[in-house]
């Protein structure tokens, strides 16, 4: 029965963040939220972590990272007045996002050796 609830969280966060990238990043948030709770629950109960909450975390971290590089450039733009091509706009935002996902990466390496560090201190593997 537990088992069934983490996996249900873990799928309604990643429907949720697919959503929310239909919806210009407006069910980003529950669905973080819900990603959240289901890898909290997974690791009080012991069971191995979702791949669906993980996933949903990477689509909202990536949507929030998206609109906050979008609001950074659009102010810089307005505030020094210039004019940017659509090509010097795709540069802009094409290594943003290459600089987003590297972040994201990283993020996701410290959860997973976390992760391990703290199966191999319960021993578990």
Do not use: N
């Amino acid at each position: 029965m537990k088992q069934q609830y983490h996996e249900k969280l873990g799928l309604a966060a990643f429907v949720l963040s697919l959503a929310g990238v239909l919806t210009a990043g407006l069910l980003v948030i529950p669905a973080m939220i819900c990603a959240l709770m289901s890898k909290r629950h997974a690791e009080a109960v012991g069971l191995p972590r979702d791949g669906y909450a993980t996933a949903a975390m990477v689509v909202c971290v990536s949507v929030l990272g998206l609109w906050a590089l979008l609001f950074a450039t659009g102010g810089l733009v307005v505030l020094s007045g210039l004019r940017i091509s659509e090509d010097g706009l795709r540069v802009i935002l094409g290594v943003g996002g290459l600089l987003l996902t590297g972040v994201v990466v990283q993020q996701i390496a410290k959860q997973m050796a976390g992760a391990k560090r703290m199966r191999h201190l319960a021993g578990r593997r």
